[in-house]
């Protein structure tokens, strides 16, 4: 029998020589002592007839009664007769409460901000426990989230569940002592969790020149600097922010591939129709959700050059190659000074 309940057990009482009467029951100690709170009921048995009579003995134990195994007797006694028959009598445990334990593998994890990690949670169920065990991360700061946040228990097997940690892109770079906790009902279970959240791949960016003096129909070039930082590579796409219709840069790509700064030449085309004037702009970084800028000042100048006349001066002047040295320096001065081409 077990603490705190009950056992039975039958007493046959047979009489001989014409008894009859009442016959008092009692539990006295054998080669044991009977435990404390163990008690034998009822107390007695009726013997009305030649027959034998079979009485159901109960014998109730307390939650405090001692575990063991006890060897005892039943006394009957009717006047002077006294007879007693041995008894033994286990008291065990009683049966452990439905329960689970947990456990994570691994039990820490390093994940970037913006990014996520994984470990495997373990419910073992115990002494029959079934039902559904809600989680929840305790002690993360905000921007830290847990996925999923339930499993069910349907089995005595063991149940494993791939948990998911997610870092916002927000959440500060550092160690966070977290607890996984699993919940049912009055059942509460913790584990320790160790997060390390890192910087997310960067990068940034500088030009030099900053500012650019371009005449119409013509170009400009600046360097342009990436500096990648927490492991970043990939390709980086770019752009002119803020120009005129007509200003046109290039090229619009560059990769990286490793840790050192890489340095590009972009080119800022101006058309002809380019209007004159300062343009405060920017140029534009762009891989996956990253995007950075960097200012750009491009002042435009109206185009170089005289009306058609001079250029019909340089185009004469081609013709004066075959005329002696020093004739053909008189003549290229008679030009500049505004003389005509006549020999």
Partial sequence: MQQGSSGQTTLTVTPQNGFTGTVNLRLVAGQDQVPQGLTLSPGSVQVSGTSPVNQSLTLCGQSTTPTGTYRLKVTATSGSLIRETNLTVEVTPPPSPPDFTISLNPTSLTVQQGSSGNTTLTVTPQNGFTGTVNLALVGAPSGVTLSPTSVSVTGSSPVTLNLTVSVGSGVATGTYGLQVRATSGSLTKTVSLNLTVTAAPDF????????????????????????????????????????????????????????????????????????????????????????????????????????????????????????????????????????????
């Fill in 204 to 343: 940034t960016l500088s030009l030099n020149p900053t500012s650019l003096t371009v005449q119409q129909g013509s170009s400009g070039t600046t360097t342009l600097t990436i500096t990648p930082q927490n492991g970043f590579t990939g390709t980086v796409s770019l752009s002119l922010v803020g120009a005129p219709s007509g200003a046109t840069l290039s090229p619009t790509s560059v990769s990286v591939t490793g840790s050192s700064p890489v340095t590009l030449n972009l080119t800022v085309s101006v058309g002809s129709g380019v209007a004159t004037g300062t343009y405060g702009l920017q140029v534009r970084a762009t891989s996956g959700s990253l995007t950075k800028t960097v200012n750009l000042s491009l002042t435009v100048t109206a185009s170089g050059g005289g009306g058609g006349s001079a250029s019909r001066h340089y185009l004469d002047l081609t013709h004066l190659g075959g005329l002696p040295p020093l004739r053909r320096g008189l003549r290229e001065r008679h030009l500049r000074d505004g003389g005509g081409l006549s020999r």
